[in-house]
């Protein structure tokens, strides 16, 4: 079996490569990645010497180069992670997201067309179906929710699913997608929360939170939404999507007070800032379908997976160095 993974030196990406080499020995693995500010070859340190590896620099949206990766690797899985992923950037710069989470699935999909790859998976988010009210907690995100993106970050996303589906039905090519809660874990870039709070609050810098720090988020350790992952690829129906959630609903200031009690750290370093723009307030996954159809259980607790993380970064302060010196 060969897997073409996209943006694989990012954060859940590099998490995926780790899970899948590890547990089927066999397989090859052929990552791509630009190496935008948010990918790390570094990353990948512990698997550069394996034989089943090969690391490729290259971008999706370049056609002739995908072409050339796709005619000569000739995959048989694409799992494309490779996307433009923080919202604040989208905000304000909208236009690569645009190019990459589109454009770039549209030339990954051409060349899955192209050279008859066996299936092609498409990660996705939750965000693709906007929010849901803060005091409805029995509301949930099903895959027949209605899509509905709150930021171009989202609705670029949300593109992208609705394009994956379009060569299913237009082109019959096998796809499918999951859409996942929000993730934690290793190699998790310093720029969004978990990571963000656990080394200011290190530092003993001022921690920002958005506006009254209320919003809820469903939290999943990356190494569950991995083993979901490969249970869709493997046991997936053609032309499906699935909803990957990890039960954890938080605040996001309940997930920075955890992160100052597991450092020893006092709550006067919180500090509430302006508001993020077309703020989202809730998200809740429902998993029943990945649960009922193909045996999907998260193994790892927020309690635990929250403080396996920020012991991570404690012990890893050469890889979030290297990675603060490129944004």
Known sequence: MKIVVTGGAGFIGSNFIYYMMDKYKDYQIICIDKLTYAGNISTLSG??????????????????????????????IVVNFAAESHVDRSISNPNVFLETNIMGTSVLLECCRKYNVGRYH????????GDLPLDRADLSFSEDSPLKPSSPYSASKTSADLLVLAYF?????????????????PYHFPEKLIPLITLKALNDEKLPIYGDGKNVRDWIYVKDHCRAIDLILHKGKIGEVYNVGGNSEKSNLEVVKTILNILGKGEDLIEFVPDRLGHD????????????????KKEVTFEQGIEQTVNWYLNNEQWWKMCLCKE
């Open 169 to 185: 039905r237009t082109y019959g090519l096998p796809v499918t997608i999951s859409r996942c809660s929000n993730n934690y874990g």
């Open 47 to 76: 698997v550069m010497e394996n034989e089943n590896f090969k690391f490729i620099n290259a971008d999706i949206c370049d056609v002739e180069k995908m072409d050339s990766i796709f005619k000569e690797e000739k995959p048989d």
């Open 122 to 129: 498409q990660i996705s988010t939750d965000e693709v179906y």
């Open 281 to 296: 307030r809730r998200y809740a996954i429902n998993n029943h379908k990945i649960e009922t159809e193909l045996g999907f």
